[in-house]
């Protein structure tokens, strides 16, 4: 699309789509939090029901593009009206509030794993139905009008098609999708009024009306119940929940810097400290971690919450990824160890060493991603500030991706330059990097309470009795 709008050769392309893509997140980054406090007022379900309108009507508008104003316009727009990430994630840990820590880990991984099937099945259509006319001219060819506005829109079918999709999410929604929040759901169904008191002038011993609350009805004048208000930011943000975010966004910044690492330290030629593999060499390894994310969702991480608990994995994935930042650069030495037929310089055990690490990799960020989640969850102070928590920490993560390719590329760059440093070093620092901030991650970890992280204190505790309530309730029986 950028290519098409003629502003820039196909050496900078790249460069606006960044800007594109970089204007979706800094949207988000500004809204997040905003969406979410006022999820904490009205309710998980309008806000998500809005945010796919929001996202329906900026995909239409990105199809209409003809201009890369328009484009990054569309792309901003989207990344305002859409405050749905840490929404879901509230609503995910409402849901689950009562249940194991087992079954809380299991359903809070379909959040990444359903992102990333949509990231596998998203660019395969755009791929496919860009530039209809062009690409499947029988089907599409000689229609009239329909051919004449997909020609001058060639990008529109398929921002149709994932629009659809969002109109259908959004109706799928408007009838099934129910509100979790829980004052928002007692204010539905509790009466606007409450009732009136019942007055006598001599105690009436065989009166059993449960409804006859002395604690709420004062007066015989009927009142509107009072609204519990959500609190305020600062009270959302305690120690707990900031230390928690503070991790996040830590790990967030590792996570994106080894994205960015690995395509480049895998693409580059051997004498430079990469792997000199190809393009579709690359995409066999990140199709390799795309598997092992869909088993260790599905059936590795409820086991091992259940098995260590969720703080301890945390921890322990932390501390395994410093070791596999560092070691990983020293794939490139295994083309030095013979193959199974005696020869030396081959991949065999390259890719042998590849794999090995991206397994381990794959683990562990998939199982600290979704224990970041589901600890920022247990760390509020109230059920009714989850939407500003859960924003917060969508803030803190999504500074944390937009600084990391740019320090990544940076520290590439800037260390292979260096020659006073001695070469094996220098086609290492990349990793040393990684590795250092993968240890002050862990490092973050230390301040973290694992009783600050108990979902106990959400749960409805055993009312208490006091000495007037026992002399009602022995009145009553």
Not at 4 to 30: C, M, P, R, W
Not at 142 to 166: H, K, M, N, Q, V
Not at 440 to 463: G, I, M, W
């Amino acid at each position: 699309m950028v290519r098409d709008f003629n502003i820039t050769d196909e050496k900078h392309v790249g460069y606006y789509v960044g800007l594109i893509t970089s204007a979706f997140a800094v949207a988000q980054l500004l809204t997040g939090m905003p969406w979410g406090m006022l999820s904490d007022r009205i309710g998980r379900r309008p806000v998500i029901l809005t945010g796919m309108v929001g996202t329906m009507t900026s995909i239409l508008l990105l199809g209409l593009s003809k201009s890369f104003a328009w484009a990054l316009i569309s792309r901003s727009l989207c990344g305002i009206l859409n405050g749905n990430v840490g929404v879901l994630k509230s609503m995910v840990s409402e849901i689950t509030l009562e249940h194991t820590p087992e079954q809380r880990a299991r359903a809070f991984s379909f959040l990444p794993l359903m992102y990333g099937i949509g990231s596998i099945i998203g660019p395969v259509l755009g791929g496919m139905l860009s530039n209809p006319v062009q690409t499947y001219p029988g089907l599409f060819g000689g229609r009239g009008w329909l051919t004449d506005f997909l020609t001058e829109y060639p990008y529109f079918l398929p921002c149709f098609i994932s629009a659809s999709i969002c109109a259908f999410g959004l109706t799928f929604g408007l009838f099934y999708l129910e509100e979790t929040l829980v004052t928002v759901k007692s204010e539905e169904h509790r009466p606007l009024l409450r009732p009136q008191a019942k007055y006598s002038t001599f105690n009436n011993d065989n009166n059993d009306d449960d409804d006859d609350d002395r604690h709420s009805t004062t007066s015989p004048t009927p009142t509107i119940p009072e609204t519990r208000q959500p609190p305020s930011l600062r009270e959302a943000l305690t120690p707990s929940v900031l230390a928690i975010c503070l991790t996040f966004g830590l790990f967030a910044f590792q996570a994106v810097f080894y994205d960015e690492l690995f395509p480049i330290w895998t693409a580059s030629r051997r004498v430079n400290g990469g792997l000199g593999f190809k393009s579709d060499e690359i995409g066999i390894a990140l199709a390799y971690c795309g598997s092992v994310t869909l088993i260790v969702q599905l059936f590795c991480l409820p086991a091992w919450t259940r098995r260590f608990g969720q703080l301890r994995l945390f921890r322990m994935v932390l501390c395994g990824s410093i070791f596999l930042y560092f070691f990983q650069g020293f794939i490139r030495y295994l083309y030095e160890v013979p193959d199974f037929e005696g020869n030396t310089q081959t991949k065999t055990w390259v890719w042998v060493g590849l794999i090995v690490t991206c397994t381990f990799k794959t683990v562990f960020h998939t199982t600290a991603f979704t224990s970041c989640t589901i600890l920022t969850n247990n760390a509020s102070p109230r059920l009714d500030c989850l939407g500003a928590v859960n924003g917060f920490a969508q803030c803190c993560a999504s500074g944390m991706r937009a600084f990391g390719p740019a320090t990544c590329g940076a520290i590439w760059s800037a260390s292979l330059s260096a020659e006073f440093i001695p070469y094996p070093i220098r086609v290492h620092m990349s990793w040393i990097a990684l590795s250092i901030v993968g240890a002050l991650t862990f490092y973050s970890t230390s301040r973290l309470n694992a009783v600050d992280y108990d979902t106990s204190k959400f749960l409805p505790a055993e009312e208490e009795v006091f000495p007037e309530d026992e002399q009602d309730l022995h009145r009553r029986a």
